[in-house]
């Protein structure tokens, strides 16, 4: 059975940092895309940043880069996602979802849509304030 399970979340101030972890388990994870994506209120879900287990090929949306940084353990099989320089927009529910049998091309190139994740943790709540 696979598992997901975020840590991390929680209330900063604009400028300030966050470390969301994810663990996971019940699966081969070198064989999987696992993604970070977020979604506020009255928002759709959107994709921030996704890494691809086998070889840590990353894709990170534009709204993010040069902020968030994805990493990965492998021997504690847990995804990171280190969020710095928070913005107030950053404000959502960040989960970690997992696709299995993932393309390393398409993983790193954000190609899956939210919906081709066929596991998903329960969220952790990031609040940013100005």
């Known amino acids: 059975q696979v598992q997901l399970v975020e840590s991390g979340g929680g209330s900063v101030q604009a400028g300030g940092s966050l470390r969301l972890s994810c663990a996971a388990s019940?699966?081969?994870?070198?064989?999987?895309?696992m993604g970070w994506f977020r979604q506020a209120p009255g928002k759709k879900r959107e994709e921030v940043a996704a890494?691809?287990?086998?070889?840590?090929?990353?894709y990170y949306a534009d709204s993010v880069k040069g902020r968030f940084t994805i990493s990965q353990d492998n021997a504690k099989r847990t995804v990171y996602l280190q969020m710095n320089n928070l913005k107030p927009e950053d404000t959502a529910m960040y989960y970690c979802?997992?696709?299995?049998?993932?393309?390393?091309?398409?993983?790193?190139?954000?190609?899956?849509?939210?919906?081709?994740?066929?596991?998903w943790g329960q969220g952790t709540q990031v609040t940013v304030s100005s």
């Open positions: 019940g699966y081969t994870y070198n064989s999987g895309c």
């Open positions: 979802a997992a696709r299995m049998g993932a393309l390393a091309n398409r993983c790193s190139s954000g190609y899956y849509a939210d919906s081709q994740f066929g596991y």
């Open positions: 890494i691809y287990a086998g070889d840590g090929s990353t």
